[in-house]
């Protein structure tokens, strides 16, 4: 064995402890997601020498251009809003380097599997703690709710996958562990009272059902009625639930009292109000928008004028994705962000073609099959969390979409790896 092969044994360790410690820390850790993305980046930086050598397919540099562009959008939009707010961009640039090194040292997919029902657990737990021994009113973790709670959800749904495709390969105990720990993640999004994220399961749900049909026909009907149940008890909970009714009450109640009355000092008021703004704003700018003071300086001259309440000057930002970046940098930025998603869903979607390169139901045909519906499901989700809350605006909207991507990705890379090599 080489010098070169040992170094790059030594970083695929290090790579595979970082995708175990990803999901494993989540949210429930101050920062937890960074202790993996330093342990990533420090990799590629001291075994730069050894991996550089590796060329990434087209696939891979084509995530890696996008991440690249993504990190020179968040440049420019906050070009002009000081030094302080520049990580946004560099993390996008830091992640396009760590997935261009841990594609050529991938981890063992098993770390990532194993550390989601971890972090989920943990996540529930602290959430019930915050809410029920803290007397918190919305359990927030350590970020705000809506973050919280969508990201918990998106945690719930990936362990939710690895539950169903390996449920034949274990035991009863592993089962009701795995199922405890997607309960517990599920109960954090719940009591986070984030009402926008769960939009995200009218399209995850779909795309369970589709992927199902395409691939293992046989077991659509047991699907659709796990789904079919899980939807009967999320909604006799909420029913019963005296808080959560309160909250969708509000939501009927803030979308009215705007419609009727203009009222923009409530939550979805205020979200409606952007949104009017940015049908008024885009239109003037279409092609390279206002940028993020422009952006702001046009909106508090309309408050000024007033033409909109005070309250619309509480956020720099608008709560949608894709109008935030088409106000602020034009259409590219729409694009651009769109290509990503569309990329991102492009090179994991596991078509038949895809998966007939391994025997089916043997370990290998199952690990690809989790990775491919897992990496599909973080830009749909992204793509629906977006919708209502600006969710790259925030450092963990950030880091966990670049290094889940990034790992899943990684990880991928190796099953197919080991697969082009069984049958050579």
């Given at each position: 064995?080489?010098?070169?092969?040992?170094?790059?044994?030594?970083?695929?360790?290090?790579?595979?402890?970082?995708?175990?410690?990803?999901?494993?820390?989540?949210?429930?850790?101050?920062?937890?997601?960074?202790?993996?993305?330093?342990?990533?980046?420090?990799?590629?930086?001291?075994?730069?020498?050894?991996?550089?050598?590796?060329?990434?397919?087209?696939?891979?540099?084509?995530?890696?251009?996008?991440?690249?562009g993504?990190?020179?959008?968040?440049f420019?939009?906050?070009?002009?809003?000081?030094?302080?707010?520049?990580?946004?961009g560099?993390?996008?640039?830091?992640?396009?380097?760590?997935?261009?090194?841990?594609?050529?040292?991938?981890?063992?997919?098993?770390?990532?599997?194993?550390?989601l029902?971890?972090?989920?657990?943990?996540?529930?737990?602290?959430?019930?703690?915050?809410?029920?021994?803290?007397?918190?009113?919305?359990?927030?973790g350590?970020?705000?709710a809506?973050?919280?709670?969508?990201?918990?959800?998106?945690?719930?749904?990936?362990?939710?996958?690895?539950?169903?495709?390996?449920?034949?390969?274990?035991?009863?105990?592993?089962?009701?562990?795995?199922?405890?720990?997607?309960?517990l993640?599920?109960?954090?999004?719940?009591?986070?009272?984030?009402?926008?994220?769960?939009?995200?399961?009218?399209?995850?749900?779909?795309?369970?059902?589709?992927?199902?049909?395409?691939?293992?026909?046989?077991?659509?009907?047991?699907?659709?009625?796990?789904?079919?149940?899980?939807?009967?008890?999320?909604?006799?909970?909420?029913?019963?639930?005296?808080r959560?009714?309160e909250?969708?009450?509000?939501?009927?109640?803030?979308?009215?009292?705007?419609?009727?009355?203009?009222?923009?000092?409530?939550?979805?008021?205020?979200?409606?109000?952007?949104?009017?703004?940015?049908?008024?704003?885009?239109?003037?700018?279409?092609?390279?928008?206002?940028?993020?003071?422009?952006?702001?300086?046009?909106?508090?001259?309309?408050?000024?004028?007033g033409?909109?309440?005070?309250?619309?000057?509480?956020?720099?930002?608008?709560?949608?994705?894709?109008?935030?970046?088409?106000v602020?940098?034009?259409?590219?930025?729409?694009?651009?962000?769109?290509?990503?998603?569309?990329?991102?869903?492009?090179?994991?979607?596991?078509?038949?073609?895809?998966?007939?390169?391994?025997?089916?139901?043997?370990?290998?045909?199952?690990?690809?099959?989790?990775?491919?519906?897992?990496?599909?499901?973080?830009?749909?989700?992204?793509?629906m969390?977006?919708?209502?809350?600006?969710?790259?605006?925030?450092?963990?909207?950030?880091?966990?979409?670049?290094?889940?991507?990034?790992?899943?990705?990684?990880?991928?890379?190796?099953?197919?790896?080991?697969?082009?090599?069984?049958?050579?």
């Amino acid at each position: 064995m080489t010098r070169r092969d040992k170094i790059i044994q030594l970083a695929v360790r290090g790579n595979t402890a970082a995708a175990f410690l990803l999901p494993a820390l989540a949210l429930w850790v101050p920062s937890g997601y960074s202790y993996a993305a330093l342990l990533m980046l420090l990799g590629a930086v001291c075994f730069a020498p050894a991996w550089l050598r590796h060329k990434p397919d087209r696939a891979t540099w084509g995530l890696a251009m996008l991440m690249v562009g993504m990190g020179c959008m968040w440049f420019m939009l906050t070009v002009d809003t000081g030094v302080n707010r520049w990580d946004k961009g560099l993390k996008w640039l830091l992640g396009a380097w760590c997935l261009l090194y841990l594609t050529a040292c991938p981890p063992r997919p098993q770390a990532f599997l194993a550390g989601l029902p971890i972090g989920c657990a943990g996540m529930g737990l602290l959430a019930l703690w915050q809410v029920w021994g803290l007397g918190m009113e919305r359990a927030t973790g350590y970020t705000n709710a809506i973050q919280w709670g969508n990201l918990a959800l998106l945690l719930a749904c990936l362990n939710a996958v690895s539950l169903a495709v390996f449920w034949r390969q274990h035991g009863a105990l592993w089962r009701a562990g795995m199922a405890l720990a997607v309960t517990l993640s599920l109960a954090a999004s719940l009591l986070s009272q984030s009402r926008g994220g769960w939009l995200a399961l009218a399209a995850i749900f779909p795309l369970w059902l589709w992927l199902t049909w395409r691939l293992r026909r046989r077991v659509f009907g047991r699907l659709l009625a796990a789904l079919g149940v899980l939807l009967l008890t999320l909604m006799l909970v909420l029913s019963l639930t005296p808080r959560f009714n309160e909250r969708i009450a509000l939501a009927a109640m803030e979308i009215s009292a705007y419609l009727d009355n203009g009222k923009t000092d409530t939550s979805l008021g205020l979200r409606l109000a952007q949104y009017r703004l940015a049908a008024q704003l885009i239109p003037e700018k279409p092609w390279l928008g206002w940028g993020a003071r422009g952006f702001v300086d046009e909106m508090q001259r309309r408050v000024d004028a007033g033409e909109y309440g005070s309250e619309m000057m509480q956020y720099p930002q608008i709560h949608n994705d894709f109008l935030d970046a088409w106000v602020k940098v034009g259409l590219g930025g729409v694009l651009w962000q769109a290509a990503l998603f569309a990329w991102v869903l492009a090179i994991f979607w596991p078509s038949p073609a895809r998966m007939a390169r391994h025997a089916e139901d043997n370990p290998r045909w199952r690990e690809a099959l989790t990775l491919r519906v897992m990496g599909a499901m973080v830009p749909v989700s992204y793509f629906m969390f977006g919708m209502s809350q600006p969710f790259f605006n925030h450092n963990s909207g950030i880091m966990c979409f670049v290094f889940y991507v990034t790992v899943l990705w990684a990880a991928l890379q190796r099953v197919e790896r080991e697969g082009r090599r069984a049958l050579a």
